[in-house]
């Protein structure tokens, strides 16, 4: 079974700190992706990768950041978190870049 | 750049077949349409997906006309467990066209 997992359930932060979270998979997949959820406005990609120190921008970058050193780890970095940055974030991998993706459980950020 | 719309809600009672459709007037040639159901607390798990008239496996089918400016998602025989938000993702794989429905919340009823 391919497992995704992510660094945190739930993390509280205060405006303006760097908040990092971090992104597992353990199938040896290239294509990772991370998106935000939130009411009304389903999922929306922020980043993904499709390979080891590539990335590609998604719909809302903005504020974000990416880091993929290992090809099973993909890191979103929030460089100084706001509140509009409350959100559930998702990461997801998949072994065919269009194909099935593969979702952790989610990390639910309050910025306060 | 495409854009899908579903029903927010839908409601059923067990053991009804559930139609859930979903409209993507721009989708490109490239993209394939994938459903995905999520329950509360989990990430969404993949359901199908398919590029153009019907595919079927062991959970659903889905159906794409030929035009392919919509797909419906059919769940036979629901159940309590079925209760959760399906969404729509259309995907060709390159950059830019990455684009998931604000979902359908799916409730069934004993």
């Known amino acids: 079974d391919v497992k995704v997992t992510q660094s945190s359930r739930y993390l509280v932060k205060r405006t303006g700190e760097k908040v990092f979270l971090e992104c597992v998979q353990d199938?040896?997949?290239?294509?990772m992706f991370w998106y935000r959820q939130d009411p009304g406005l389903g999922l929306r990609l922020i980043y993904f990768?499709?390979?080891?120190?590539?990335?590609e921008k998604g719909d809302i970058p903005e504020g974000y950041s990416v880091s993929r050193e290992k090809k099973e780890r993909f890191s979103l970095i929030l460089e100084s978190a706001s509140t509009n940055q409350t959100s559930m974030y998702l990461c997801?991998?998949?072994?065919?870049?269009?194909?099935?993706?593969?979702f952790g459980p989610g990390t639910r950020l309050t910025v306060t | 750049l495409a854009k899908t719309t579903q029903p927010i809600s839908m409601d059923s009672y067990e053991g009804q077949e559930v139609n859930i459709t979903c409209s993507h007037n721009?989708?490109?040639?490239?993209?394939?349409i994938t459903w995905y159901q999520q329950f509360p607390s989990q990430g969404p798990r993949f359901i199908i997906q398919?590029?153009?008239t019907k595919v079927t496996n062991e959970v659903a089918s889905l159906f794409i006309p030929a035009d392919r400016k919509s797909s419906t998602l059919s769940l036979p025989r629901v159940s309590l467990s079925d209760t959760a938000v399906y969404y729509c993702?259309?995907?060709?794989?390159?950059?830019?066209?990455?684009?998931f429905g604000k979902g359908t919340k799916l409730s069934v009823k004993p």
């Open positions: 990768s499709y390979d080891v120190k590539m990335k």
């Open positions: 997801a991998s998949s072994l065919v870049r269009n194909y099935e993706q593969y």
């Open positions: 398919g590029y153009k």
């Open positions: 993702l259309l995907y060709g794989g390159s950059q830019g066209n990455l684009i």
């Open positions: 721009n989708i490109a040639t490239n993209d394939y």
């Open positions: 199938m040896d997949h290239e294509n």
